[in-house]
């Protein structure tokens, strides 16, 4: 487990940060953005969780999942900020295939409970909905800017997956948690 005694060190006071395995690094470097990007989309669903807390039926559900999900973004970050190595002294936390299905059989199960989309949505609906959408937005870009890093060094597979399934994730829980009250795009409509 992880003990925190102080919170600020000054070591970073110059621009650059610790990686998961001592390494400093530019606080611009693209693995940095890649895995603070993912702490902004767990920010943004806790957020979410304002409107799914404390509640029963559907929303309790939701917030189960939610609460799930914002572990495994810890996990994410873990996996992003320590660089792929052979034989590593410590092994390094990393995002399993076992938790990208898991987003998938939820995904399936949501998703069999709501009517077929005949338009794009627009974000919101309800105020968890909003969250939620907003959340999947920052995910896609924490997912783009993984990739990117992927293109230079090697990222685990099950890491970029999971940020992909995620923001399928986010997008069907959004409608599931709006339940008919989806906002659709109306093409042209204001021209």
């Known amino acids: ?16 940060t610790s990686l998961g395995d001592g390494r400093r690094v530019p606080k611009h470097a693209v693995r940095v953005a890649a895995f603070g990007t993912v702490d902004e989309a767990n920010s943004v669903l806790g957020l979410a969780r304002l409107h799914t807390g404390g509640n029963d039926g559907d929303l309790g559900r939701a917030d189960a999942m939610l609460g799930r999900i914002q572990n495994d973004l810890f996990d994410l970050g873990a996996d992003l900020c320590t660089p792929e190595q052979e034989n590593p002294p410590y092994p390094p936390l990393r ?3 076992a938790q990208v299905e898991r987003l998938e059989a ?9 009517p077929p989309l005949n338009s794009f949505i627009l974000p919101g609906g309800s105020p968890a909905a909003a969250h939620l959408h907003l959340a999947r937005t920052v995910v896609r870009r924490a997912e783009r800017l993984a990739t990117d890093l992927a293109s230079h060094e090697p990222v685990g597979a099950p890491a970029l997956q999971y940020l992909n399934r995620l923001s399928d994730h986010l997008f069907v829980l959004a409608r599931w948690v709006n339940r008919g009250a989806d906002v659709l795009w109306v093409p042209g409509q204001n021209r």
């Open 1 to 16: 487990m992880v003990k925190l005694t102080r919170i600020y060190t000054r070591g970073g006071d110059q621009g650059e």
């Open 95 to 97: 995002i399993i295939p």
């Open 106 to 114: 939820e995904i399936d199960a949501m998703n069999a409970e709501l």
